[in-house]
T-cell receptor
Framework: DGGITQSPKYLFRKEGQNVTLSCEQN?????MYWYRQDPGQGLRLIYY???????QKGDIAEGYSVSREKKESFPLTVTSAQKNPTAFYLC????????????????FGAGSRLTVL | GQSLEQPSEVTAVEGAIVQINCTYQ??????LSWYQQHDGGAPTFLSY????GLEETGRFSSFLSRSDSYGYLLLQELQMKDSASYFC?????????FGTGTRLLVSP
């Protein structure tokens, strides 16, 4: 079955450490996204990529970095510069490279919960 | 900029009908979506409105009025499993922007 796999599901980090969250999809989707969700809040866009080797900053990109070397993979690194990294991180993908192509449906992974100790 | 407003919480009983409203302000508008998220889970797509009017999918319906920058999600014949958070999301010029979500609590 096609889908999005995020790992790890739970991650604990000490202050000052960088951590990388994995996101892999086998849906052959072109666009991939990273969202952050804090308790009782909506989803805020961190980074997105519409094509391999290209990505754009979202609304809260500071302290995060991404890469898109393969169509299937879009890892997110939470750096030590991110002042408040404890959150639930969601990766999503969408069919269609062009923003106006494909269905207006995001498919989400199960999420990674990061806690800074 | 873009902003969306939803009620933070709605309560209802099994079998009832509930409406979750969403008002938005965006620079560029290409449609309104609704997603459901159970606690600790991934959001899942429910519906999408690009044009004014009502879209029906089983027990769920979604409505859009572009002139009023307003939409709603209507859930009928509520079941306990419908207890979840519901997010509206506006498809703007470059990306999908989510509201803060409405927590729906369904009681017996």
């Amino acid at each position: 079955d096609g889908g999005i796999t995020q790992s790890p599901k739970y991650l604990f980090r000490k202050e000052g450490q960088n951590v990388t969250l994995s996101c892999e999809q086998n849906l052959n989707h072109d666009a991939m996204y990273w969202y952050r969700q804090d308790p009782g809040q909506g989803l805020r866009l961190i980074y997105y990529s519409q094509i391999v080797n290209d990505f754009q900053k979202g609304d809260i990109a500071e302290g995060y970095s991404v890469s898109r070397e393969k169509k299937e993979s879009f890892p997110l690194t939470v750096t030590s510069a991110q002042k408040n990294p404890t959150a639930f991180y969601l990766c999503a993908s969408k069919l269609g490279q062009s923003y106006f192509s494909g269905a207006n449906v995001l498919t989400f992974g199960a999420g990674s919960r990061l806690t800074v100790l | 900029g873009q902003s969306l407003e939803q009620p933070s919480e709605v309560t209802a009983v099994e079998g009832a009908i509930v409406q979750i409203n969403c008002t938005y302000q965006t620079s560029g508008f290409y449609g309104l979506s609704w997603y459901q998220q159970h606690d600790g889970g991934a959001p899942t797509f429910l519906s999408y409105n690009a044009l004014d009017g009502l879209e029906e999918t089983g027990r769920f319906s979604s409505f859009l009025s572009r002139s009023d920058s307003y939409g709603y999600l209507l859930l009928q014949e509520l079941q306990m499993k419908d207890s979840a958070s519901y997010f509206c999301a506006v498809r703007g010029f470059q990306k999908l922007v989510f509201g803060t979500g409405t927590r729906l609590l369904v009681s017996p």
